[in-house]
């Protein structure tokens, strides 16, 4: 069952700019850990489809599949230490998936919040703006830059520089935002359209509380849906409804 909260419900619309944060653990497929050349391959196939379109895309990668710096500081490592080892294991995913891209002819630029010139162009905000009115994608990996912030706060604070319409947030499995956990109350209840400050205050698990505070304040909607299901990304960027609409 469906619901909408929220009492504006503004018409979907395909989009000029966007931006598409990518969990990381999309990436590992069924194999439990690291990166599945298959999914791999198959999202960027997705992605070569929108930006054949005319689309410009920034994307935002996490590291999950890879380490995930919050557990293993609940583990006793420094928490500092844990973050900054997730923010590399972006740049591992960011790396795969250029290369895959550019198997299918698109052009791409990874741009990381930590420098390491020898891989990747430093984040600037206005390369990253040029690259993507050349049609070129950007990949923007490090998260922020800094400990204590999640890869769904880089992907908002992206969004808003770039002046991305919308960011689309690909969940692993997970087709929207539920009142409940779906994987555990087979009654939870999937909205398609809430508003931000209702997600705030029911505290939906849509993203990180920091980050869709800074949607909310910029108003940048934000259409939460499963990157999984194959043809998402592109009926998302072109107008399509899939999973829920966060505005």
Known sequence: MNETEGSETPDVQSYRRLLLKLSGEALMGSAGYGIDPTVVIRLAQEVSDVVNRNVELAIVIGGGNIWRGLAASSRGMDRATADYMGMLATVMNALALQDSLEDFGIQTRVQTAIEMPQVAEPYIRRRAIRHMEKGRVVILAGGT??????????????????????????????????????????DAHRFERITHQIALERNLQVMDQSALALCRENDLPVVVFDILKAGNIERAAFGEAVGTLVH
């Open 145 to 186: 830059g800094n400990p204590y912030f999640t890869t769904d706060t880089a992907a908002a604070l992206r969004a808003i520089e770039i002046g991305a319409e919308v960011m689309l947030m690909g969940k692993n499995g997970i087709d929207g935002v539920y009142d409940d956990d779906p994987r555990t109350n087979p």
